[in-house]
């Protein structure tokens, strides 16, 4: 399965961006799909997830200023970011998992950088 992220890009902060995660290969509708960052000298963390069946968890920094959504016709899952601020500057990656919050299974592709100015 191949997965890639975009949709990244400069931001002012207070800003928003829609991040966009298409797969081939598989149908995306069965897994948890999470989305990850990874900002410069620190450990790629979660952001947010969503279930097979919609449930969604989000961490702590984001709770309020992110949403994330899924397409299954589309076979896309989106993170929709407002408010942004220069600490959620990172590269984004996308990623599946068969439960929330669980082991990822695929290759980390080369994600989409996100930064944001204060």
């Known amino acids: 399965v191949q997965l890639q992220a975009f949709g990244g890009g400069l931001v002012q902060a207070g800003g928003s961006l829609r991040l966009s995660c298409a797969a081939s290969?598989?149908?995306?509708?069965?897994?948890?799909m999470g989305w990850y960052r990874q900002a410069p000298g620190r450990q790629r963390e979660l952001v947010a997830g969503i279930s097979s069946s919609g449930l969604k968890n989000y961490a702590s920094s984001v709770k309020g200023r992110f949403t994330i959504s899924r397409d299954n016709a589309e076979n896309t899952v989106y993170l929709q970011m407002n408010s942004l601020k220069p600490e959620d500057t990172a590269v984004y990656y996308c990623?599946?998992?068969?439960?929330?919050?669980?082991?990822?299974?695929?290759?980390w592709g080369q994600g989409t950088q996100v930064t944001v100015s204060s």
């Open positions: 290969g598989s149908t995306l509708s069965s897994y948890y």
């Open positions: 990623n599946r998992a068969r439960y929330m919050a669980g082991p990822t299974l695929d290759a």
